[in-house]
């Protein structure tokens, strides 16, 4: 079984800054992308920032030039570096990990989900 923790998110206001973490952790042979995703009330869940093995990440346009996604793979780890937040980044932000192959039999490819962390950005 494969577990996604993640952290870093809560309440700040517009201009500021957050770190989100999310680590990975169980049978884990390697993971082809991690990326986040987010999910404001009333809308679909939609992409943030994506990082695969051996690409360049890509990010939705509402945010390029103010997060940064980075992966640390010996920790099966990715992190969301936020800056310049704005009211519209308000949302649940969930970590992905796909392309998941297991240590033990079936190894899949497999697709996980975290439980999602809130980001509120509000004066």
């Known amino acids: 079984q494969v577990r996604l923790v993640e952290s870093g998110g809560g309440l700040v206001q517009p201009g500021g800054s957050l770190r989100l973490s999310c680590a990975a952790s169980?049978?884990?042979?390697?993971?082809?992308?991690m990326g986040w995703y987010r999910q404001a009330p009333g809308k679909q869940r939609e992409l943030v920032a994506r990082?695969?093995?051996?690409?360049?990440?890509n990010y939705a346009d509402s945010v390029k030039g103010r997060f940064t996604i980075s992966r640390d793979n010996a920790k099966n780890t990715v992190y969301l570096q936020m800056n310049s937040l704005k009211p519209e980044d308000t949302a649940v932000y969930y970590c992905?990990?796909?392309?998941?192959?297991?240590?033990?039999?079936?190894?899949?490819?497999?697709?996980?989900w975290g439980q999602g962390t809130q980001v509120t950005v509000s004066a």
């Open positions: 992905n990990a796909d392309g998941v192959v297991l240590t033990a039999l079936p190894r899949g490819p497999y697709d996980y």
């Open positions: 169980g049978s884990i042979f390697s993971i082809y992308a």
């Open positions: 990082s695969n093995s051996g690409g360049l990440p």
